[in-house]
């Protein structure tokens, strides 16, 4: 809510009780909340996800998909003493795997080599994380880094370090 209120320029607690069905916005009101959220007005009022209107009139239909930050357990997250990680995509057959994973270093972690079958994208958002190969490879990544794993890749990435970590993975579907 926080970010659709900044983005449209309203308040949070209007647009709460527009989202509540308990608000009786303006016209003014609905543009600025369809503008933020990339919709048409008549989309919004109807309650569907429809583009906007663009200048050469004509769009690539698609498919949007949102999983709003208080619906965790649409996430799945599974969580020890050491780590957290949720998959943040919608639906159960998604093309992509999209998971964030936050914890902590645990020097008692085995090291347990897995591959995915599809290729992995990541990027840490906070602290490091250590990335260990079957073929004897060891590297940090600070934050900031990205990663590309050929989905063949035998590998373990675990956070490292003495501060809490956070990355963000994007795995593809095996070819």
């Not at 583009?51 to 769009?59: A, N, V, Y």
């Amino acid at each position: 809510m926080t970010e659709l209120a900044t983005a449209s320029g309203l308040s949070r607690s209007f647009v709460t009780r527009v989202e509540a069905g308990e608000g009786n916005p303006s016209l003014e009101s609905l543009e600025k909340l369809a503008n933020a959220l990339g919709v048409s007005v008549v989309s919004l009022m109807a309650g569907g996800s429809g583009p906007l209107p663009s200048r050469s009139g004509s769009h690539a239909p698609g498919r949007i998909d949102i999983v709003r930050r208080r619906r965790e357990d649409m996430r799945g997250w599974r969580t020890n003493e050491h780590l957290q990680l949720g998959f943040l995509r919608p639906g159960a057959q998604a093309p992509l795997e999209i998971a964030l994973e936050a914890g902590t270093s645990d020097p008692d972690q085995p090291v347990l080599l897995e591959d995915h079958g599809g290729d992995e994208f990541g990027i840490v958002l906070d602290g490091s994380y250590e990335l260990l190969t079957a073929d004897g490879r060891q590297q940090v990544l600070e934050e900031g880094d990205t990663i590309r794993i050929s989905g063949q890749v035998l590998h373990q990435v675990r956070p490292f370090g003495d501060r809490p970590s956070r990355i963000l993975w994007v795995v593809s579907p095996p070819e």
